[in-house]
């Protein structure tokens, strides 16, 4: 039985998509969405201006908080509540450290853009490999 | 014939130039246009100018560099070759620009160079040698800058920047008298003045320092083949320069999307300045310098600096700290009311990273490792093209 869902979501439609599954196919469970913020980019822009803010946690609230409405919007349409969680670093090692605790993972198949790829590998992939239950891949 | 391929040759480094002006006007002029300082036209006029200054002064010690000395034998630098290696770079370029890899235009020319030096038996080892050298030297040194500003000053500075634009004009010219006067606009704090025009002017020294080092990126190929003499081929990047500022531009401005675009307005001015200053000085001793590895550093040592400063406490507040942040941060970002928050207990304190953490040995490899990936890739491409492609005459 599939009680408790964790949904990591980026800014890609991928992250949509794989809410929109994970509501769909367990009308019942308690699901999760996480925003891991700060993780490496092309320039490594993002983890300094979430570092340089005088109130850490309020900069770290502030970017997760575009996902997290694309989050609640999806859940409204699918007349959901969710729970939302921030996490702070590098993405597939901090989704899969999160990961206890839930029954399921359910994660986008891939990030939209070149750059996080060439950075990240396929965050979904290593998730997949490493986390302690099981993961659905949604594309 | 000969005409025509250098017709191309000009046309293929004005492509280089144009893309230039293209890249650099955003991260220069971008804080400055994005607080309503300064227009987008007057942005890239600024980029034009001080471009062209950087490019007339110290620039041409680069080209040097790149047409004449990276070969033992400059007469490698056939015009089809030249067209070769101009294209790589036009690549790099475009590789950045529209997949958001960023990569070094000049490392990507001194690498397309280099492959050229190679297939032809004429790469001049020892200048091969201290370029890389200084392209190790120079992030370091700006990342140790950056972090000593990060974790000593940082809360100073952003205290003096903050930058509150009041309505109405910033100065107002009074031109009753013999001598026009010019005062502070209504509402014009003089704080408002310095940040204004501190932001403006760090933006003019990261053009000047463009200028310095990526006039060569455009045009060295072509004055050391000899087709194009020295100051008629500065005035030609300038050119193109320009027109990338004018017109390309516009859009990077407008997206401000880009990782280095956003960053908060005192670090923006703390990373151009540590950057903008040793990719000057590498330029003067003749050193093609890599901005964007220089400025990546500068911002990783400036959010490590930051970072560690924050956590300058005992492991065991670290972890109170670090429990607290994870309280706010679930309330904050808690959905529904009334809904359980994860339990604080259970969570184990180490593995909440700090946010010096976001900032470790392999993220940071990973990046460099990134940037390097499009001059690596001109470096054995130029190599292959040149060693078996018969056209060249070097095979």
Same mark, same amino acid.
């Given at each position: 039985?599939?009680?408790?869902?964790?949904?990591?979501?980026?800014?890609?439609?991928?992250?949509?998509?794989?809410?929109?599954?994970?509501? %769909?196919?367990?009308?019942?469970?308690?699901?999760?969405?996480?925003?891991?913020?700060?993780?490496?980019? %092309?320039?490594?822009?993002?983890?300094? %201006?979430?570092?340089?803010?005088?109130?850490?946690?309020?900069?770290?609230?502030?970017?997760?908080?575009?996902?997290?409405?694309?989050?609640?919007?999806?859940?409204?349409?699918?007349?959901?509540? $969710?729970?939302?969680? $921030?996490?702070?670093?590098?993405?597939?090692?901090?989704? $899969?450290?999160?990961?206890?605790?839930?029954?399921?993972?359910? $994660?986008?198949?891939?990030?939209?853009?070149?750059? %996080?790829?060439?950075?990240?590998?396929?965050?979904?992939?290593?998730?997949?490999?490493?986390?302690?239950?099981?993961?659905?891949?949604?594309? | 014939?000969?005409?025509?391929?250098?017709?191309?040759?000009?046309?293929?480094?004005?492509?280089?130039? &144009?893309?230039?002006?293209?890249?650099?006007?955003?991260?220069?002029?971008?804080?400055?246009?994005?607080?309503?300082?300064?227009?987008?036209?007057?942005?890239?006029?600024?980029?034009?100018?001080?471009?062209?200054?950087?490019?007339?002064?110290?620039?041409?010690?680069?080209?040097? @560099?790149?047409?004449?000395?990276?070969? @033992?034998?400059?007469?490698?630098?056939?015009?089809?070759?030249?067209?070769?290696?101009?294209?790589?770079?036009?690549?790099? *370029?475009?590789?950045?620009?529209?997949?958001?890899?960023?990569?070094?235009?000049?490392?990507?020319?001194?690498?397309?160079?280099?492959? *050229?030096?190679?297939?032809?038996?004429?790469?001049?080892?020892?200048?091969?040698?201290?370029?890389?050298?200084?392209?190790?030297?120079?992030?370091?040194?700006?990342?140790?800058?950056?972090?000593?500003?990060?974790? &000593?000053? &940082?809360?100073? *500075?952003?205290?003096?920047?903050?930058?509150?634009?009041?309505?109405?004009?910033?100065?107002?010219?009074?031109?009753?008298?013999?001598?026009?006067?010019?005062?502070?606009?209504?509402?014009?704090?003089?704080?408002?003045?310095?940040?204004?025009? =501190?932001?403006?002017?760090?933006?003019?020294?990261?053009?000047?320092?463009?200028?310095?080092?990526?006039?060569?990126?455009?045009?060295?190929?072509? =004055?050391?083949?000899?087709?194009?003499?020295?100051?008629?081929?500065?005035?030609?990047?300038?050119?193109?320069?320009?027109?990338?500022?004018?017109?390309?531009?516009?859009?990077?401005?407008?997206?401000?999307?880009?990782?280095?675009?956003?960053?908060?307005?005192?670090?923006?001015?703390?990373?151009? @300045?540590?950057?903008?200053?040793?990719?000057?000085?590498?330029?003067?001793?003749?050193?093609?310098?890599?901005?964007?590895?220089?400025?990546?550093?500068?911002?990783?040592? *400036?959010?490590?600096?930051?970072?560690?400063?924050?956590?300058?406490?005992?492991?065991?507040?670290?972890?109170?700290?670090?429990?607290?942040?994870?309280?706010?941060?679930?309330?904050?970002?808690?959905?529904?009311?009334?809904?359980?928050?994860?339990?604080?207990?259970?969570?184990?304190?180490?593995?909440?990273?700090?946010?010096?953490?976001?900032?470790?040995?392999?993220? @940071?490899?990973?990046?460099?490792?990134?940037?390097?990936?499009?001059?690596?890739?001109?470096?054995?491409?130029?190599?292959?093209?040149?060693?078996?492609?018969?056209?060249?005459?070097?095979?």
């Amino acid at each position: 039985m599939v009680s408790r869902v964790l949904v990591p979501m980026d800014d890609s439609e991928m992250a949509d998509a794989a809410l929109e599954f994970a509501l %769909s196919a367990f009308p019942s469970a308690a699901v999760t969405v996480l925003h891991v913020a700060g993780g490496p980019t %092309s320039y490594m822009g993002e983890a300094m %201006s979430l570092a340089v803010a005088d109130d850490v946690d309020a900069a770290v609230a502030d970017r997760a908080e575009p996902v997290f409405e694309r989050a609640r919007a999806i859940a409204d349409d699918a007349d959901r509540e $969710i729970t939302t969680e $921030i996490e702070l670093g590098s993405p597939a090692k901090t989704i $899969i450290n999160h990961a206890e605790g839930f029954d399921l993972v359910v $994660i986008g198949s891939h990030s939209s853009n070149l750059a %996080s790829r060439l950075l990240l590998g396929n965050v979904a992939e290593t998730v997949a490999r490493n986390a302690p239950v099981p993961v659905t891949i949604v594309r | 014939m000969i005409e025509g391929l250098l017709l191309i040759g000009v046309l293929v480094a004005m492509f280089v130039g &144009y893309n230039i002006g293209g890249s650099t006007t955003g991260p220069a002029f971008g804080p400055a246009v994005g607080a309503g300082t300064i227009s987008k036209t007057v942005a890239a006029a600024l980029m034009s100018l001080f471009f062209f200054l950087g490019a007339w002064t110290i620039g041409r010690r680069v080209v040097d @560099t790149l047409g004449r000395e990276l070969v @033992t034998n400059p007469g490698v630098f056939t015009l089809p070759a030249s067209i070769t290696v101009l294209f790589f770079i036009g690549l790099a *370029l475009f590789v950045g620009n529209v997949f958001g890899v960023p990569a070094s235009t000049s490392m990507t020319a001194v690498g397309a160079i280099a492959g *050229l030096g190679l297939a032809s038996n004429s790469l001049n080892w020892a200048v091969m040698g201290e370029i890389v050298t200084w392209w190790l030297v120079a992030p370091v040194v700006g990342f140790w800058v950056s972090a000593v500003i990060g974790r &000593y000053f &940082y809360a100073a *500075l952003n205290k003096r920047v903050a930058l509150v634009q009041s309505d109405g004009p910033l100065v107002t010219v009074d031109r009753s008298g013999t001598l026009p006067k010019i005062a502070l606009g209504p509402g014009t704090t003089r704080r408002e003045m310095v940040g204004t025009t =501190v932001v403006v002017a760090i933006g003019c020294i990261m053009a000047f320092s463009s200028g310095t080092s990526n006039v060569a990126n455009a045009i060295a190929p072509l =004055v050391g083949s000899g087709a194009l003499e020295m100051n008629p081929g500065i005035i030609l990047a300038c050119v193109a320069v320009a027109l990338g500022a004018f017109t390309i531009a516009r859009r990077t401005l407008d997206t401000l999307g880009s990782d280095i675009t956003s960053l908060p307005l005192t670090a923006a001015i703390v990373v151009a @300045t540590v950057s903008s200053l040793l990719v000057i000085g590498l330029s003067a001793i003749k050193i093609p310098a890599s901005f964007v590895v220089i400025a990546t550093m500068s911002i990783i040592g *400036l959010g490590w600096g930051r970072a560690t400063r924050t956590m300058r406490a005992s492991r065991e507040s670290i972890s109170d700290q670090a429990s607290d942040a994870r309280v706010t941060v679930g309330s904050l970002a808690a959905d529904t009311e009334g809904e359980e928050l994860p339990d604080i207990g259970e969570e184990d304190p180490e593995d909440i990273p700090a946010a010096a953490d976001l900032f470790n040995p392999s993220t @940071t490899a990973r990046v460099i490792l990134m940037q390097n990936v499009v001059p690596l890739i001109s470096t054995i491409g130029a190599y292959l093209v040149f060693r078996f492609l018969p056209v060249f005459g070097f095979s």
